[in-house]
Nanobody, 123 residues
Framework: VQLVESGGKLVQTGGSLTLSCTISGDTFDDYAIGWFRQAPGKEREGVSCIGTSGVQYADPVRGRFTIATDDAQKTLFLQMNSLKSEDTGVYYC???????????????????WGKGTLVIVSS
């Protein structure tokens, strides 16, 4: 499985940005997929993820970020609004076959990772 993120860039505080993750290679009927981020000097953290039974958002992004999938295009999206400086970091896409959405914000739970795309939020 290959995951390729795109869309990261420098954006002003309060602005919006949409990240994309294209998925190729093996496909799965059942999976959990999500976005993680890592700020400089910090551990990787879950942002949002989707499983067959539900969606999760981390508390810092709930109400501002929206995750979505386009199964036909095998693409995962993350719409980010009202961006803050603390949203700065490298954003990674990750997937786990037969994953449960209850666990998909945990980095150790996920199997395949992209290389990330950098988002910088600055005033």
């Amino acid at each position: 499985v290959q995951l390729v993120e795109s869309g990261g860039k420098l954006v002003q505080t309060g602005g919006s940005l949409t990240l994309s993750c294209t998925i190729s290679g093996d496909t799965f009927d059942d999976y959990a997929i999500g976005w993680f981020r890592q700020a400089p000097g910090k551990e990787r953290e879950g942002v949002s993820c989707i499983g067959t039974s539900g969606v999760q958002y981390a508390d810092p992004v709930r109400g501002r970020f929206t995750i979505a999938t386009d199964d036909a295009q095998k693409t995962l999206f993350l719409q980010m609004n009202s961006l803050k400086s603390e949203d700065t970091g490298v954003y990674y896409c990750s997937i786990v076959p037969e994953g449960d959405y209850n666990n998909c914000l945990e980095a150790d739970y996920m199997d395949y990772w992209g290389k990330g795309t950098l988002v910088i939020v600055s005033s």
